[in-house]
């Protein structure tokens, strides 16, 4: 059974950082990518950064650009997002998916259950 475990959300101030993780189980987890995915309130699901296990190569929505970074531990089948200079528009839940390609197809993508980011203002 494919699991996707988030856990690292919180609440932060704006100009602050989170460290979302993302523990991947069920699948072999070198011939996955994993990325993220959030959804604000009243918004639609937003992909913002994956990364593929089997060359390392990573995409960056144009959103997060520059304050996001995705890396993952293939010892550990985790991945992670390291969220700097976050703002108020970055609340909303964040997902953990995992699919065979980078960028990922939300529609066939494995999801987790997410992880709630507030920031304040």
């Known amino acids: 059974e494919v699991q996707l475990v988030e856990s690292g959300g919180g609440l932060v101030q704006a100009g602050g950082s989170l460290r979302l993780s993302c523990a991947a189980s069920?699948?072999?987890?070198?011939?996955?990518?994993i990325g993220w995915f959030r959804q604000a309130p009243g918004k639609g699901r937003e992909g913002l950064s994956c990364?593929?296990?089997?060359?390392?190569?990573?995409y960056y929505a144009r959103s997060v650009k520059g304050r996001f970074t995705i890396s993952s531990d293939n010892a550990k089948n985790t991945v992670y997002l390291q969220m700097n200079s976050l703002k108020p528009e970055d609340k909303a839940v964040y997902y953990c998916?995992?699919?065979?390609?980078?960028?990922?197809?939300?529609?066939?993508?494995?999801w987790g259950r997410g992880t709630q980011v507030t920031v304040s203002s």
């Open positions: 069920g699948f072999t987890f070198e011939e996955y990518a």
């Open positions: 990364i593929s296990n089997s060359d390392g190569s990573t």
């Open positions: 998916v995992a699919d065979l390609t980078c960028p990922i197809d939300g529609d066939k993508a494995f």
